[in-house]
């Protein structure tokens, strides 16, 4: 055999070991990639979350303005049954809009009232479930009056929880928001105070459909079994995840509630718990929950070594939340010093700019000017007017976009002297 044909041999082996083994490394993927279909199948989760070139083509751009929807299941997720689930269809049946995990629905709701008529309001309900081009989900927490106080109960939670049934149509706009978690293989740790879990059940099943590798810490912080929502799915999730990490946190414990077996943490979420938990990895957080809660964890999270651009949240009450970071406010001279003047053209009033008056919105009510107003903190978009001169600065950055040469009143204050069409 010449030493040609005893290498073509030698280099015809090598190939042949490398095409079956290259066979084999690919079977088992495929093997692999089906049971995580069926794995996804059975939890409810979208395996490809993020749209294939072909589902580009089925997934719409988002639309203007409202849109009709109809409530096709209506479902209650914890035990107390203050949580319920909405899932709407698009009532023109054509494809949706496809939304970052952790945005929201803006709705027009139509309330009744005594005497027979109906008055609008608008609120904003976060995403609950990963993408989908059939169906949205929200999830609506009951707000009942507190006890012995003065206050109404919530007046679109309770119309939803009340009202809405299946066969219900709800008019809303398309999902939006700064929100949302980053789509990437980063480790990420995911915190929901309460209601709070609605955005990270959006963020969390995306995840896990996308990229099951992906390191991700769930805490849940509720008061016991009887708040929690969610909870099968959530222990099936863990249990079928190896790289998902379950933590509920139950600050008031029933008596039947057993610590290791119903939850794992007893105790408000704070850092000292993160600290405990977690291993020293560059981890991105997600926070969602009422202010106190941010209020707390925010700046400790920054303390403990967390840079500001690796701390996203969403607070109940956004305004109130304050980074270390932000720059205090000068002590500057008084509003009549400045010499700033508000114009609402249309009412006819030229006012000077009272800052105790808090945004531009409480501003134009206090004088009498009704302006449609919905979210109150920069999320639905509601309050949006014209500027006709000056301009304004904003204490937040909204997650509604406005339009060119308009503002939300709810978050901003003159910046000059301004003339708004009101």
């Not at 609120?123 to 109404?152: E, W």
């Not at 202010?291 to 999270?301: C, F």
């Not at 270390?324 to 609402?344: C, H, I, M, Q, R």
């Not at 309050?383 to 503002?407: H, N, S």
Request: proline share 8%; hydrophobic share 40%.
């Amino acid at each position: 055999m010449s030493s040609l044909s005893l290498l073509l041999w030698i280099a015809g082996g090598i190939l042949l070991q490398l095409a079956i083994y290259l066979g084999y490394r690919f079977w088992q993927h495929w093997l692999d990639y089906l049971a995580l279909r069926r794995s996804a199948r059975e939890l409810s989760i979208a395996v490809n979350a993020r749209p294939s070139s072909d589902e580009a083509e089925v997934m719409a751009p988002a639309w203007q303005g409202l849109r009709s929807f109809q409530v096709v299941q209506k479902q209650l997720e914890d035990a107390g049954q203050s949580i319920c689930s909405f899932y709407l269809a698009p009532q023109d049946g054509l494809p949706l809009a496809p939304f970052q995990p952790g945005q929201f629905l803006t709705f027009q709701l139509e309330l009744p009232v005594p005497g027979g008529a109906t008055a609008a309001i608008v609120r904003c309900y976060s995403l609950s479930d990963a993408p989908d081009p059939i169906r949205y989900r929200i999830s609506v927490k009951r707000v009942f009056a507190p006890a012995g106080s003065p206050h109404a109960p919530g007046r679109s939670s309770n119309y939803f929880h009340d009202h809405v049934e299946v066969g219900s149509v709800l008019k809303l706009r398309a999902p939006s928001g700064h929100f949302y978690v980053d789509r990437s293989d980063a480790p990420v740790v995911l915190i929901g105070g309460g209601v709070g879990i609605t955005p990270m059940m959006s963020m969390l099943t995306t995840c896990l459909g996308e990229c099951p590798g992906r390191e991700i810490w769930l805490f849940y912080g509720v008061r016991n079994s009887r708040e929690v929502a969610w909870k099968s799915q959530l222990e099936t999730l863990a249990a079928g995840h190896p790289h998902f990490h379950l933590q509920l946190c139950w600050s008031d414990p029933l008596p039947e509630d057993l610590l290791g077996r119903d939850f794992q943490q007893r105790g408000h979420v704070d850092v000292e718990l993160l600290r405990r938990q977690l291993p020293l990895k560059p981890y991105h957080f997600y926070l969602c929950g009422p202010t106190p809660m941010l209020q707390s964890l925010v700046p400790a999270l920054e303390d403990w070594g967390v840079p500001e651009q690796r701390i996203h949240f969403e607070a109940f009450g956004p305004a109130s939340v304050r980074r270390k970071s932000t720059a205090p406010v000068p002590a500057a001279v008084s509003d009549e010093a400045a010499g700033l003047v508000v114009t609402f053209s249309r009412s006819g009033k030229q006012l000077p700019w009272q800052s105790s008056a808090g945004t531009l919105l409480e501003f134009a009510e206090a004088q009498g000017i009704n302006v449609d107003s919905g979210c109150r903190a920069g999320g639905c978009g509601t309050c949006q007017t014209t500027i006709l001169a000056g301009e304004v600065a904003y204490r937040q950055t909204p997650d509604f976009d406005p339009e060119p040469g308009t503002c939300l009143l709810c978050v901003c204050t003159p910046k000059t002297g301004v003339s708004l069409d009101l």
